[in-house]
């Protein structure tokens, strides 16, 4: 997982250099990422741009909203795995561009169409490890996202579990401070919540006990209806009930 410091150093590292400029270097870069991109913990290479990566990962924390250290370490992971991701298509195109200026020469006497298709094969077949490596390296870092995805969820979801019991704590003591109509000292009982936040929790309360009241009320009356005696003659088919006279 990728910390703040490592942020850091990931723009530096963009920084020192703007790439290569020629086709062939930016063909043989891929294959250099292939390693160093996908495995490596730098998650910037020498030409990205510093600031796309940036809005990459703030918009990863706008839809995540981490709150504390270990969620924010986890979105900045699944953040980092994503781009490594997205660089998969580039490299594989890489790879092939590479193959093309290699091996032109050897189709130089096919026609055109040709030629494209057999340097292509060529490439496949001699780098036929890095090829195989960038699909390897896809489902290693889809299972790391997907797994952080998770651990963020359960993070979180502790987070508002234990945020939803101490509201209810302290609002039961707001409550009990009104109903006493006792002065509520929130300091001492670590007061994070807004008044506004304890009377929604005290009103969810009320409501609560409101159906739970109606429900029994609703239960007890069909019950009691249930238990009623029958009335004479109820028993009879409904013909005999009431005899034509």
């Known amino acids: 997982m990728s910390t703040v410091s490592q942020t850091e150093a990931n723009r530096a590292n963009a920084l020192l250099s703007t790439g290569p400029k020629t086709p062939e270097?930016?063909?043989?870069?891929?294959l250099n990422?292939?390693?160093?991109?996908?495995?490596g913990r730098t998650v910037l290479l020498h030409g990205d741009d510093v600031d796309l990566y940036e809005a990459h990962l703030e918009r990863f924390r706008s839809e995540h909203q981490p709150i504390g250290?270990?969620?924010?370490?986890?979105?900045?992971?699944?953040a980092d795995a994503e781009w490594r991701l997205l660089r998969i298509p580039s490299l594989d195109a890489g790879i092939y561009a590479l193959g093309r200026l290699e091996f032109a020469p050897l189709f130089e006497n096919e026609n055109e169409a040709a030629r494209a298709s057999l340097a292509d094969a060529k490439t496949f077949l001699a780098y036929q490890k890095q090829l195989n490596n960038l699909s390897v390296q896809e489902g290693r870092l889809r299972r790391q996202r997907d797994a952080d995805i998770r651990a963020l969820k359960e993070e979180q979801a502790e987070?508002?579990?234990?945020?939803?019991?101490?509201?209810?704590?302290?609002?039961?003591?707001?409550?009990?401070?009104?109903?006493?109509?006792?002065?509520?000292?929130?300091?001492?009982?670590?007061?994070?919540?807004?008044e506004k936040e304890l009377q929604h929790e005290i009103s969810t309360w009320m409501e609560s006990a409101r159906r739970k009241i109606a429900r029994d009320a609703l239960t007890a009356s069909n019950s009691t209806r249930s238990n009623l005696p029958e009335q004479p003659g109820s028993s009879l088919p409904p013909e005999r009930q009431h005899p034509l006279t």
Do not use: H, P
Request: charged fraction near 30%; charge should be positive.
């Open 25 to 30: 270097g930016k063909a043989k870069s891929a």
């Open 159 to 194: 987070r508002v579990a234990k945020n939803k019991e101490r509201l209810n704590s302290i609002a039961q003591s707001y409550y009990r401070s009104r109903i006493l109509k006792q002065e509520f000292n929130g300091k001492e009982v670590g007061f994070e919540f807004s």
């Open 69 to 78: 250290d270990k969620e924010a370490i986890l979105v900045q992971s699944i």
């Open 33 to 39: 990422a292939v390693k160093t991109g996908l495995t």
